[in-house]
């Protein structure tokens, strides 16, 4: 008969080199860990999620070594990167992601980050946030999948959005788009992949190699602005400016 393996056991692997990684990493899946972090270079603990959330160094990586949920609210304010072990992992967000400060970077083709069942959006990039995501997907069941109020940088991976209306893409206010590759798909009727809201002042440019579709014709979206309003807002889609404070265009 097998003995289940307490909390604490699984919470004894601490602090270890890069030298014996591999080995501790396995025996920490056995143990039924869910996640590991960095503390410092080459220096790793295996444990929750929470706990690796919470004790991950500013700057560090944090591994899925299991399928995730995460009840409530999700804040970032540091620079973290979040990567699987090389197996298929999704980390489910019922409530939201808030990225206050520093940087959240999504770096793993097997990673799926979905919910957003509680929330108006999935992932919240406030004014002094940087979202990078480089592989992987995003899938929201929430009215946007990213609202954007920073810096956003997608190079590859998917964004999918299957909420009725939803918009993957929110950029508002003086946020800073940047897409080069990636799919960024609203699957739903009523939605649009990309929206520049009202009144914004912020930057989109999409070049390389992307794909950006929607189910209806609102792929690339840009809100009229209110009478009276400044606003300054530009897409630059391929080297072509379709929107800026002299027009409003739905592609």
């Given amino acids: 008969m097998t003995t289940p393996v307490s909390q604490a056991q699984r919470l004894k692997i601490t602090y270890i080199s890069s030298s014996d990684y591999g080995n501790k990493e396995y ?3 056995w143990l ?23 004790n991950v160094y ?5 591994k899925l070594f299991k399928d995730v949920t995460y009840s409530g609210l999700l804040s970032i304010s540091k620079n973290i990167t979040l990567k699987t072990d090389g197996n298929p992992r999704t980390l489910t967000i ?40 480089k592989s992987g997907t995003v899938s929201s069941v929430s009215a946007y999948c990213i609202y954007n109020l920073g810096t956003l940088n997608i190079l590859s991976g998917e964004i999918i959005g299957s909420f009725v209306g939803v918009t993957v893409i929110n950029n508002n206010v003086s946020g800073t788009v940047t897409i080069t590759g990636g799919n960024i798909i609203s699957s739903s009727p009523g939605g649009s992949a990309i929206l520049e809201d ?35 807002a530009v897409i630059n ?6 929107y800026d404070s002299s027009m409003s265009n739905i592609l």
Wanted: aromatic fraction near 8%; proline fraction near 1%; charged fraction near 10%.
């Fill in 94 to 133: 019922n409530d939201y992601i808030n990225v206050t400060d520093g940087s959240l970077t999504i770096d793993s083709a097997d990673l799926t980050i979905t919910g957003g069942n509680n929330s108006y959006q999935l992932i919240y990039n406030g004014s002094n946030g940087t979202v990078n995501i």
């Fill in 198 to 232: 009202v009144n914004a002042t912020g930057l989109i440019t999409i070049s390389g190699t992307p794909v950006i579709s929607s189910a209806t014709d609102r792929t690339i979206e840009c809100m009229m602005r209110t009478i009276g309003t400044t606003d300054t």
């Fill in 32 to 54: 039924q860990c869910e996640a590991g972090y960095e503390t410092s270079e080459n220096t790793w603990v295996y444990g929750t999620f929470l706990t690796a959330l919470s």
């Fill in 58 to 62: 500013n700057g560090g990586t944090i």
């Fill in 237 to 242: 889609y391929f080297g072509v400016t379709i």
């Fill in 27 to 29: 025996y920490a899946k």
